[in-house]
C-alpha cells in the first residue's frame, strides 16, 4: 500500500473513531454508487463500532430500495457529529443535511474538487466510483465488511464503470473487484437482476429516445422528455438518467444531453455524456458539474436549457476541429 493512501485510511479511521454520532450524506438525485457506497459504509461502521449512532440520509428513490433503507434521524438529538460527504464535490448538492450541526467533514469522491473540504479529504479523479474506493477502504483497515456490503459496493461499480465499458475504468479498479469478490464470495451474476432488468414499456421508451433525438451536424445530441410523455410510458423521471448512458455506442453522437422537468422542484434536470468534448467545465457554468464525460445540470429556466446545448454544440465542433487536425 502507496505511503499517501496509508496515511489517509488512517487519517480515516482516525477520525471515525473519534465522533460517537456520524452522518453520511450523498448527492441529490442518487444513482447506485452514491446509495450504494453510502449504505455500505454506514453498515460497515456499525458492524465494526456497534456502539455508535450512524445514519445514511437523504430523499430515498424507489428504484433502489434493494440497497438497503436510509435513515430519518431527528437532527436536535444528534451531538458530536461527524458528517460523511460521499460522491459529491459541492454543499449546493448534498442531500438531506439541512440544519444539522457538525463538527468535522469527511470527504470521499471521485468527482473534481469544487467547494467541500473535508477535514479529511480523499478525493481521487482516476476512481471507477466511490464504491470502488469505499471497497478499498474497506479491504485496507480494520472495517468490517458482510456479505450484504459487499453485493452493495459491487453494483456501485459495475453502475458507475456501466459495466467496465466507461473511460473512467482502469487496471486499478478490476483489481479492486478481484480482490472484492476473493475476499467476500459473493455470488456475483444475479446482482445484474436489479441493474438491468427492463420493464416493456421502459423498452419502449428506450425505442421513443432513439427515435426523437435530435443530433446536429456536429454530432450534438439532445433531447426534452416532457412530463406528460413519461406519463405516456407510465415511468417516473428517474428512467431518463437510467437511458442515457446506452447512447454511447451510437456512431453518429459526439456528445449528448438528456433534458426532464422536475414540475415539485419547478427545475429542468440536465444528464450530458461525451465521447470527446470535455463536459463537466460548461455544466458547471449552468448549476451542474461532474466528471469530464459524464456530467448534470440543474436550471431553472428553459432558456438556460438553450444556451447549454449550444454551448456543448460548439464544444462538439472545436472537438472536431481538433481531430482533424
Known sequence: MRTIKRDIYRNIIKIIKKHSTIVIARHIGPDPDAIASQIA????????????KVYAVG?????????????KPDYNELEDVLLIVLDVPNFKRVDGIEDLKYKHILKID???????????????????????MITDLLLDTKLEMDTR??????????????RFLLQNT???TFKTVYRLL?????????????????????????????????ISENGMGFINVKPETLEKFKLEITAVSNQVNNFSFIRELICWMFV?????????????????????????????GGHKYASGARVKDYEDIESLRKDLDEACEEYIKEQEK
Not at 63 to 71: A, Q, S, V, W
Not at 274 to 279: A, D, E, M, N, T
Open 41 to 52: 459504509l454506514r453498515d460497515a461502521i456499525r458492524l465494526t463500532y456497534p456502539e455508535k
Open 59 to 71: 430523499a430515498g428513490v424507489h428504484k433502489f430500495k434493494y440497497l438497503g433503507n436510509l435513515d
Open 110 to 132: 471521485h468527482h473534481p474538487a469544487e467547494d467541500i473540504i473535508g477535514t479529511v479529504d480523499w478525493t481521487d479523479e482516476d476512481k471507477s466510483s466511490t464504491c470502488e
Open 149 to 162: 456490503i459487499a453485493e452493495n459496493l459491487f453494483i456501485g461499480i459495475v453502475f458507475d464503470s456501466d
Open 170 to 172: 482502469s487496471l486499478e
Open 182 to 214: 476473493d475476499y467476500s464470495k459473493i455470488d456475483f451474476a444475479p446482482l445484474y437482476e436489479n441493474l438491468y432488468n427492463r420493464s416493456l414499456n421502459e423498452e419502449k421508451f428506450r425505442a421513443y429516445l432513439t427515435n426523437n433525438i435530435e
Open 260 to 288: 426532464t422537468y422536475d414540475a415539485k422542484n419547478e427545475i429542468f434536470k440536465v444528464n450530458i455524456r461525451s465521447r470527446g468534448p470535455v463536459v463537466n467545465e460548461i455544466a458547471s457554468r449552468y448549476n451542474g
